[in-house]
């Protein structure tokens, strides 16, 4: 089965930390850009951040520029998001998704989302 899995979100105070994974499981990731997409109650879903394939270019929202980085281990097949400084507004629902470069339109494959709170 040709699946991306999303783990490590939760609840984290305001400040704190979190480091969110994207595993691919049945594909390699060598062959795709990956990148994250986050989903707030009653808002569209926006890209975050995303990852070359080589893992040689990055980028970022302008709202998390700073503060999130984006990794990526092709030995391991997974690609990490550190999330450092988290603010209530980056409560979401965080996908991962596989795509042919980082500014390709087309998403081969999603994760089913990992849920973020940022909260006192």
């Known amino acids: 089965q040709l699946q991306l899995v999303e783990s490590g979100g939760g609840l984290v105070q305001p400040g704190g930390s979190l480091r969110l994974s994207c595993a691919a499981s049945?594909?390699?990731?060598?062959?795709?850009?990956i990148g994250w997409f986050r989903q707030a109650p009653g808002k569209e879903r926006e890209g975050v951040s995303c990852?070359?394939?080589?893992?040689?270019?990055?980028n970022y929202a302008d709202s998390v520029k700073g503060r999130f980085t984006i990794s990526r281990d092709n030995a391991k097949n997974t690609v990490y998001l550190q999330m450092d400084s988290l603010k209530p507004e980056d409560t979401a629902v965080y996908y991962c998704?596989?795509?042919?470069?980082?500014?390709?339109?087309?998403?081969?494959?999603w994760g089913q989302g990992t849920q973020v709170t940022v909260s006192s």
């Open positions: 049945g594909f390699t990731l060598d062959y795709y850009a």
């Open positions: 998704a596989a795509q042919p470069y980082c500014y390709s339109t087309r998403r081969d494959y």
């Open positions: 990852i070359s394939r080589s893992g040689g270019s990055t």
